[in-house]
């Protein structure tokens, strides 16, 4: 085990609200751990597309030293952003929103990106460059692992994550953060 069993509290809290919910598509504990030690060296602003009942944005939170970083996160469905909402309700470093994350726009440049593989809207570099700050990160979950080059998953070439890793904008690495699954982390030059 790479980290102690227990859970921060607020992340406790965020997959209580996920059980109540009956949600069950939620960012990883090995995924969150990652998240939370990568937010621990940011500062300004960071955001979650796609915030499901907050678990991701928990752990963002969990990591977050002292009180210049912010947190906000953008969910489509009005009724999951209002239970994530409630997690944070007392917390004025995170805002959670009911819109589509391309509302957030116009919040960026963002320190910390994080968003799921499969966003609506697709989440290729040409997309998300202008969003994040240089020296920022982007981190890109729910990936299939593979060590085959061009990076071939279900028979296919994976198009999105070949053109992260190949992108000149970025310094980009994949990373296995569980036996069957892993991350792109990738560092905006």
Sequence with gaps: MSAPPELPDIVTRAFDVSRRAGYVSFCRNETGRLLATLAATRSGTMAEFGTGCGVGTAWLRSGVRGGAAKI????????????????????????VIAADWAILRDRAPFALLFLDAETPGGVSPD???????????????????????????????????????????????????????????????
Excluded: C, N
């Design 72 to 95: 906000v996160s953008a969910e489509l469905d009005e009724h999951l952003a209002k239970e994530a909402a409630e997690i944070f309700a007392d917390d004025e470093q995170v805002e």
């Design 127 to 189: 997309q998300l460059a202008d969003l994040v700050e240089e020296g920022g990160i982007v981190v890109i979950d729910d990936l299939i692992p593979t060590d085959l080059w061009p990076p071939i998953v279900y028979g296919r070439v994976d198009s999105l994550r070949e053109s992260w890793l190949t992108d000149e904008r970025f310094t980009t690495v994949e990373v296995m953060v569980a036996p069957d699954t892993s991350v792109l982390i990738a560092t905006k030059r």
